[in-house]
């Protein structure tokens, strides 16, 4: 493909690149499939234990997933009208830059690559190979064939049975997204599909089917103060992050000023549906007590309970479909954020360009990819994901601030869409985030900080890039 030197030397003309843009062939359901793939992953798996065990009330743990999706819904609208304003690659950096300048862009889209989408990918990829391990035993084995040291006795890349798988897993949805936004819209529509039939199908046997209690949805096993329930949504936005995909591919959706609104309300509604349903599930069959104590995938537990010694293969199947969907969608949507940066020559200048047959940003797609291999050698993914978690709370929360800047600076400026509820809707999201974020760093501050270090490292990197331009 030709990607050559280019794509590590920031001093090579953006002039053609930043000339060409990607074709418009996304529709509403398309971008919905890219909201649910990337929002339902390993998060709704994992993390209810984490929120049960700041949240052990039955009824306040739901109203935490609630006001998490009503926060995500209220955000996503949010973006709908910047994303028709601005129908444009890239998300949160073209409505921050825009809004705030070139440093608050560049390092929304720093930290999209270095832990957003690569570290999240690597994570996602990591955990594949434990669920195909049902069907393959030797595919979850994390003893390694052999080890390159990159710092010895501290930085190593180890090629096991369940990095390769991961590998593999990672590079095969990255060449169906170099070859076209044909194929891409196909497998993301598909393992989507595939999901949410999965989720739902689940959903009702488990309620009309399985033994349960339903008492169980109002049980408290212990008081919940203020500062902790503020702590669990911390955690609830994590698991509902990826609701603003579609923004990142505003510039292939067809009649942005429609289709974008359409996509954001679907996929993000879908969410919200599921995401209730599958907590009231898990707490109809675990109190919630119970569901705090509780360890590796939440969904396993609760299926053996529910359809007994079958549940394994079942949900092994579930698992890797999940997991697929969500490395494809974030496949889908990361690249185009340093598309866009590179268009404004704040990135490799390779990674602008447009592949002259299939008109997609491979360069783009695979630096990411080349990064993300690098976490799941090093195991750092896990590490990144935990430190950043706070920071889809500090840019979204920016990016949705940027709506009330634009709607001033540009006040003529043509709105094919405009959110429900402006100015309060929009601005209780900015609120929330920002309470959120002040709670975190009050009571948890070590990986909020040092998440707040990794973003502003960043920053040597913007004058790299400046100077370089």
């Not at 006795?153 to 095969?172: K, V």
């Not at 920053?459 to 331009?469: E, Q, T």
Request: proline letters at 6%.
């Amino acid at each position: 493909m030709g990607f050559g030197f280019c794509l590590y030397n920031p001093r090579v003309t953006t002039t053609t690149a930043s000339q060409q843009t990607l074709e418009r062939r996304l529709g509403p359901f398309d971008g919905a499939a890219i909201i649910v793939s990337n929002v339902i992953g390993a998060g709704i798996l994992f993390t209810p234990p984490v929120i049960a065990m700041g949240v052990p009330n039955g009824l306040l743990y739901l109203s935490v997933w609630l006001a998490g999706g009503l926060l995500a819904f209220a955000g996503a609208m949010a973006y709908a009208e910047l994303a028709a304003l601005r129908p444009r690659a890239g998300g949160e950096y073209v409505y921050l830059r825009d809004a705030f300048g070139p440093v608050a862009a560049f390092l929304t889209g720093w930290t999209s690559f270095v832990a957003g989408f690569s570290g999240a990918i690597a994570a996602v990829a990591l955990v594949a190979p434990f669920y195909l391990a049902r069907f393959a035993p030797a595919a979850g084995n994390t003893t390694p064939f052999f080890s390159i040291p990159i710092i010895p006795g501290t930085l190593q890349l180890s090629f096991s049975p369940q990095t390769i798988i991961a590998l593999a897993l990672i590079w095969a949805l990255a060449f169906v997204h170099i070859r076209g936004v044909g194929p891409g819209r196909v497998v993301s529509n598909l393992l989507a599909t595939l999901k949410v039939s999965a989720f739902v199908l689940f959903i009702a046997w488990g309620f009309t089917l399985g033994s349960g209690d339903s008492a169980r949805l109002t049980e408290a096993a212990a008081p919940v103060p203020a500062a902790g329930w503020f702590l669990a949504l911390l955690a609830v936005g994590f698991t509902y992050s990826g609701w603003n995909a579609a923004a990142y591919v505003a510039e292939e959706i067809r009649d942005p000023g429609r289709n974008a609104p359409r996509a954001f309300a679907l996929g993000t509604g879908a969410v919200i549906a599921i995401y209730l349903l599958m907590n009231a599930l898990y707490l109809y069959v675990v109190p919630v007590g119970e569901l705090a104590a509780l360890e590796g995938s939440v969904l396993d537990i609760v299926a053996d309970r529910l359809i007994g010694p079958t549940a394994g293969n079942i949900m092994g199947i579930v698992g890797i479909i999940s997991l697929a969907a969500s490395v494809n969608a974030m496949t889908f949507a990361g690249p185009r954020v340093y598309f866009a940066m590179a268009r404004d020559g704040m990135f490799f200048a390779r990674a602008a360009a447009v592949h002259p047959r299939y008109r997609t940003p491979a360069a783009s797609i695979l630096a990411q990819t080349v990064w993300a291999s690098l976490l799941v050698l090093s195991a750092q993914a896990d590490a990144l994901i935990n430190y950043t978690g706070f920071a889809i709370w500090l840019f979204s929360g920016l990016a949705v601030a940027a709506l009330f800047v634009l709607r001033r600076r540009e006040p003529n400026a043509e709105r094919p869409y405009r959110t429900l509820g402006y100015p309060v809707v929009p601005g209780l999201y900015a609120l929330v985030a920002a309470i959120v974020l002040v709670n975190g760093l009050i009571r948890d501050p070590g990986p909020t900080g040092a998440g707040a270090l990794i973003i502003l490292a960043g920053i040597p990197l913007y004058f790299f890039f400046r100077r370089a331009r």
